[in-house]
Structures are given as C-alpha cells and as structure tokens.
T-cell receptor, first 114, second 111 residues
Framework: DAGVIQSPRHEVTEMGQEVTLRCKPISGHDYLFWYRQTMMRGLELLIYFNNNVPIDDSGMPEDRFSAKMPNASFSTLKIQPSEPRDSAVYFC????????????FGPGTRLTVL | GESVGLHLPTLSVQEGDNSIINCAYSNSASDYFIWYKQESGKGPQFIIDIRSNMDKRQGQRVTVLLNKTVKHLSLQIAATQPGDSAVYFCAENSPPGQLTFGSGTQLTVLP
C-alpha cells in the first residue's frame, strides 16, 4: 500500500500567487482530512470530507482557502492569494470508515510564501 | 474551549531506559484517544489508541494508560531506542467527530 500521497513535497511561492496542494488518500478510505501544522499553533484541522462531500470546514482560516474532492482518489487544497502567514506544513490524512478511526497521514507539503 | 495539553514539551532519556510521556485532557466526554509519533520531515504516524472503556492497552514496546478520574493519558515506551526520538502527540475525539491534537512532546534518546 502506497499510503497517503501528497504533492508537491515543497512549495516556495511569492505573496499573492495561487497555490494548489494535492492529495491522494489510501484506496478505500471514506474520510479525508486536511491539516496545517505550525510551531505556533501546532496541528490544526482545516476541513474534512466523507465520501467526497465536505463535512466540516470550520477550520478553514479565510475565504482565500478552498478545498475540493472531485472523486474518491483525489483532493486539492487551494490558497488564492497566498500570504506569508500561510507558510506551514500542510498534511492530508485519510481514515477507513469513521471520522475517529485511525487517521493515516501523508508526508506533508512544506509551503513557504515569500 | 476545552483542549488537549501536554505537561512537558521536551523529554530526554538514556537509550535502554523506559520513557513516559504524559497528556492531560479536559473534555470528560471524549471517548477515544490516540498517540501519534512524528519524526522530522514526516507526517504523524499512528502508534496506539485506546477507548474510554479501557484503562490500559499494550502494543509492541508501547503501553497507553488512561485515567479517566483525573483525565490523564500516558504513553510508556519500553527500552527506548534511538529510533524513538521524535515528537509525540496525543489526540482526543473532541469536538465530536473530530480529532484534536495536543501540542506535542519532543523525545530525545541519549546514547
């Protein structure tokens, strides 16, 4: 099993640019989660999906952030326009059936906004 | 709001000794807890979980203890090895339907 796959692993961009992060969950998992990790705030849940449908997006910081899951094997997290304070490591995770089943994390995308 | 917290941000142990990482939680309604390990440059990795109807659960070299009376969770690592050096997070299912992660403890194994 390849596990959760994320791309890119590193992204450096300039303020104001659009950033798109990608995630492929583990096959057969019904839940997908997007997290952001910073030294100041730790690991924060941004949004999660069940069967491709967004369930809770209350953690999305602003309208500049949006997430989609067009099918069971792909999700994107988009930031437009990006700002320096968005610099963080973004993780995608998936779980099998229930939201509190073990979540398996991807390797993360380290985003730096200059 | 209620949150998961850790007593110690850093812990250093000698190789071969046992490690104990503690976690306090404040939501008495939480019924599921997980410990994750995060190595540098990697995503969190599941270690062990426990449900509130249990006091103790053992895995390979790891044991999780749950004390609901004082809302305390601990992770014990037996015979700590250099590969155990990482940040350890506890998480609880609060608010309902979500996992809330603690701030993490950095474990350093000394040679």
């Amino acid at each position: 099993d390849a596990g959760v796959i994320q791309s890119p692993r590193h992204e450096v961009t300039e303020m104001g640019q659009e950033v798109t992060l990608r995630c492929k969950p583990i096959s057969g998992h019904d839940y997908l989660f997007w997290y952001r990790q910073t030294m100041m705030r730790g690991l924060e849940l941004l949004i999660y999906f069940n069967n491709n449908v967004p369930i809770d997006d209350s953690g999305m910081p602003e309208d500049r952030f949006s997430a989609k899951m067009p099918n069971a094997s792909f999700s994107t997290l988009k930031i437009q326009p990006s700002e320096p304070r968005d610099s963080a490591v973004y993780f995608c995770a998936s779980s099998l059936n229930r939201v509190t089943d073990t979540q398996y994390f991807g390797p993360g995308t380290r985003l730096t906004v200059l | 709001g209620e949150s998961v917290g850790l007593h110690l941000p850093t812990l250093s142990v000698q190789e071969g000794d046992n490690s104990i990482i503690n976690c306090a939680y404040s939501n008495s309604a939480s019924d599921y807890f997980i410990w994750y390990k995060q190595e540098s440059g990697k995503g969190p990795q599941f270690i062990i979980d426990i449900r509130s109807n249990m006091d103790k659960r053992q895995g390979q070299r790891v044991t999780v203890l749950l004390n609901k009376t004082v809302k305390h969770l601990s992770l014990q690592i037996a015979a700590t090895q250099p590969g155990d050096s990482a940040v350890y997070f506890c998480a609880e299912n609060s608010p309902p339907g979500q996992l809330t992660f603690g701030s993490g403890t950095q474990l350093t194994v000394l040679p």
